[in-house]
């Protein structure tokens, strides 16, 4: 059974820092780009970071860009991202994606941020 399982969620005050991570069991990702999104209350689920398979070329939401950092350990399985200057508005579930033959989905981690 493929699993992607996110921790290192949790509450931090504004302009701390968390760093999440994603395991993937089951099968490997490592030919596979990897990706977070996040979704917030009542909002839609929106782009947050992606990274390719070789862990060389990453790109950020806007939102997000100069504050986080995307990486991976593909000796590992896993994909992490690193969040630094948090703010409220970065409150939200937050999910691991692996781009393979299909999408394959973790169940989130709850990151929030008080002001």
């Known amino acids: 059974q493929v699993q992607l399982v996110e921790s290192g969620g949790g509450l931090v005050q504004a302009g701390g820092s968390l760093r999440l991570s994603c395991a993937a069991s089951?099968?490997?990702?490592?030919?596979?780009?990897m990706a977070w999104f996040r979704q917030a209350p009542g909002k839609a689920r929106e782009f947050v970071a992606h990274i390719d398979w070789s862990g060389g070329s990453a790109y950020y939401a806007d939102s997000v860009k100069g504050r986080f950092t995307i990486f991976r350990d593909n000796a590992k399985n896993t994909v992490y991202l690193q969040m630094n200057s948090l703010k409220p508005e970065d409150t939200a579930v937050y999910y691991c994606n692996a781009k393979a033959e299909i999408d394959y989905w973790g169940q989130g981690t709850q990151v929030t941020v008080s002001s």
């Open positions: 089951g099968r490997s990702f490592r030919s596979a780009a």
